[in-house]
């Protein structure tokens, strides 16, 4: 399939932010085999603008999620999807809603679709699928769709790791002036037994501190109480919780002496722009199938993460 002429292709990955950043090779590969081709991606709005940024993609759509009530919605995004002139659609998703976008298509003509979709020409056959890491899942479906390379039946990594050199921001407004670390102490409010105690994240802030690094605290909005409790612990500690864009939060990755957080969103980012990082998982989640990657990525993990130290995590920092 290499060389061969598409009317255009559509990327689908609507979320969440690891799957997000975990999917730029991918993107990058498909960039690559379809050069001067356009190149669609279908995703959410807080990914829009770090989207763009990247330059891998001629159009950036943010109409990938209606609700299910919304009929407005889903009839716009039928016609989006039918006048495309699309030849090929990754769907990197590969969930029951955006393998329902390939039905959409209906009476037809459908594209040609690499993903998980009942019927489509290049389906991820492989039965394991879920019991593979994100990176090297998503490298296996595009191998089957002509993008990599089968060895005896096994996928073969091609090409560079991702590159995130492009994601750069001035982040001279928060004013941090000397040597500092991020501190990511949130995580799906759903799951509190991804989160490490709050009083821990203080431990190692005081800690950070003694040690002439100035601790920085990110996260969502709704996290504010968190960080307010960490403060309390630490009132040193610099909350940005709220304040950074994507973008933002990649150079503060970039700038950091290391950094510290459960599994969530953010640790994934700043894990791949090049952060000494140290990661925290109990149960609730695998590394092995979801674990940030990066070049200098430490996984803790413990069945409960209250069983965790604070001095267990500063002994995986090298500051």
Not at 95 to 108: E, K, N, T, V
Not at 111 to 134: Q, V, Y
Not at 242 to 262: F, M
Request: overall charge neutral; aromatic content about 8%; hydrophobic content about 40%.
């Amino acid at each position: 399939m290499e060389g061969q002429s598409f009317a255009g292709a559509l990327v689908i990955k609507l979320g969440a932010l690891g799957d997000f950043v975990q999917a730029l090779g991918p993107f990058a590969a498909i960039r690559n085999h379809h050069p001067g081709q356009r190149i669609t991606l279908l995703t959410t709005e807080p990914f829009a603008e770090f989207a763009r940024a990247s330059g891998l993609f001629d159009e950036v759509w943010t109409s990938g999620r209606p609700g299910v009530l919304d009929v407005g919605g889903w009839l716009g995004l039928r016609r989006r999807l039918r006048g495309g002139n699309f030849g090929r659609v990754y769907d990197l998703q590969t969930s029951d809603r955006s393998s329902f976008y390939y039905r959409l298509f209906w009476p037809g003509p459908a594209p040609e679709w690499s993903g998980i979709a009942k019927g489509c020409s290049h389906p991820h056959l492989n039965p394991a699928r879920d019991f593979m890491h994100t990176v090297e899942r998503q490298a296996e479906q595009l191998a089957m769709a002509g993008i990599g390379e089968y060895v005896k039946g096994e996928y073969v990594k091609t090409g560079p790791d991702p590159d995130f050199s492009w994601a750069t921001a001035d982040i001279s407004r928060f004013g941090l002036k000397g040597k500092y670390a991020l501190l990511a102490p949130g995580g799906a409010s759903h799951r509190p037994a991804k989160r490490w105690p709050v009083e821990h994240f203080g431990a190692v802030a005081r800690a950070l501190t003694i040690k002439g690094v100035e601790p920085v605290l990110i996260g969502s909005p709704a996290e504010a109480g968190m960080m307010a409790e960490i403060k309390a612990h630490c009132p040193e500690a610099r909350d940005l919780a709220g304040q950074t864009t994507l973008l933002e939060l990649a150079a503060l990755g970039r700038g950091a002496a290391a950094a510290v957080g459960n599994d969530t969103g953010p640790m994934h980012l700043i894990a791949a722009v090049g952060c000494q990082s140290v990661v925290l998982y109990s149960n609730e989640s695998d590394p092995a199938l979801c674990g940030q990657r990066g070049p200098a990525v430490t996984i803790l993990r413990r069945h409960r993460l209250t069983d965790l130290s604070a001095a267990e995590v500063l002994d995986g920092l090298d500051l």
